[in-house]
């Protein structure tokens, strides 16, 4: 997976790939699904969601240029995949997940790493108790930039998220806030497929 889906692809940063290397995809996908669980696509999860293809999993982290010290958000727990992950190269992740029965399975698949805290709620609000963040990471297709996210990002942070209304039209964007609290814009690419 690592040299055929994301190398190849130009995920060159080193901890991102060995992050990749260590999460076991297989723990985090449906048990009918796990023969496929390494494979260059999303696969369904629980409550009609999916986990990202591992390829979008290493462009989010790649993206969020994280380093050992920092502390993440991540919006949207899912399967809890993306929070490993992250967990491999920050010091501390924090995840919330909306969809109550997502929370639960992902709380118990993650109650082993010590530095990942989950929360059920709504991500949009963050996780004030908790902020300033180094890096915020929106793993749904957000209809707008949620400014409470924004408002709890370090300055010089960065927010990575997929923007757009519909599945065929987002625009991955990393957004770095400045220090009179504007967001620089980069968008990185154009991509058909979300959580």
Not at 42 to 58: F, G, H, K, W
Not at 103 to 131: C, I, M, P
């Amino acid at each position: 997976m690592v040299e055929n889906q994301l190398m190849l692809r130009d995920i060159h940063d080193t901890a991102v790939l060995n992050a990749m290397l260590k999460v076991p995809r297989h723990l985090f996908v449906l048990p009918q699904y796990k023969h496929r669980a390494y494979s260059d696509s999303a696969l369904p999860i629980e409550e009609n969601q999916t986990i990202s293809q591992p390829y979008i999993v290493a462009l989010m982290t790649q993206s969020a240029q994280l380093k050992k010290n920092d502390r993440v958000l991540e919006i949207g727990t899912g399967s809890g995949y993306q929070a490993a992950v992250l967990a491999e190269i920050a010091k501390q992740v924090y995840t919330i997940e909306i969809i109550e029965p997502l929370y639960k399975q992902a709380s118990h698949l993650l109650k082993n790493r010590d530095n990942v805290f989950t929360k059920f709620g709504d991500g949009y609000q963050g996780w004030q108790e908790h902020s300033p963040f180094d890096a915020i990471l929106i793993t749904a297709a957000a209809p707008r930039i949620p400014t409470p996210l924004v408002e709890q990002l370090k300055i010089g942070g960065r927010l990575v998220l997929p923007l757009g209304k519909g599945p065929f039209s987002q625009d991955l964007l990393v957004l770095t806030k400045k220090e009179d609290g504007s967001l620089e814009k980069n968008i990185l690419q154009l991509w058909c497929s979300c959580r």
